[in-house]
């Protein structure tokens, strides 16, 4: 499997990414005080939360996506289903020989990273807003969070050879 696109290690760093950015765009210096004023939140309430609970899910759920983005930001990781699934294969081997490692850079992997965060976490942060009658406020300051979340762990994803 050494010719596959897939660096497990780079899953397990771009999981963090999450925790790391949202612990800046979350600070009050930054979204935090916008943030607690469009959900409601006050520090009484959050004081409350079972933090070890939502850390420990958010690890999970940030594995998940980091799990997912390789098949979003690297090209080569959709070619092993031309072969049969068989990594052996003289014609995978060669493929990623002579390919294996086009478009695979930190700004490509960005790139793709943004573009899950706008087609597919805007989307569906938007969609849930409307419907739960929340601001563009709230909206802007999530799917923000999940636009750079997004396009920084497609750029650990892709870039990490």
């Excluded at 009050?28 to 009484?44: D, H, L, R, S, Y």
């Excluded at 990594?87 to 700004?107: A, C, Q, W």
């Excluded at 805007?122 to 997004?150: C, H, R």
Aim: net charge neutral.
């Amino acid at each position: 499997m050494e010719n596959m696109p897939f660096n497990f290690l780079a899953v397990i760093a771009a999981t963090f990414v999450t925790l790391v950015i949202g612990f800046i765009w979350y600070s009050p210096a930054v979204f935090g005080t916008i943030w607690m004023k469009e959900t409601g939140m006050t520090e009484e309430k959050a004081k409350q939360s079972n933090m070890l609970k939502v850390f420990g899910l958010t690890i999970i759920y940030s594995f998940m996506l980091a799990f997912i983005l390789p098949a979003i930001v690297n090209h080569q990781m959709g070619a092993l289903g031309l072969f049969d699934g068989n990594p052996e294969n003289p014609g995978f081997i060669e493929l990623m020989k002579t390919h294996g490692d086009v478009y695979r850079s930190f700004k490509h992997g960005a790139l793709h990273g943004c573009f899950a965060g706008v087609f597919i976490a805007l989307p569906i942060t938007a969609i849930n807003a409307l419907f739960e009658q929340k601001s563009w406020k709230y909206i802007l300051v999530n799917a923000g969070y999940w636009i750079v979340s997004l396009t920084i762990m497609g750029a650990i994803i892709c870039g990490w050879k």
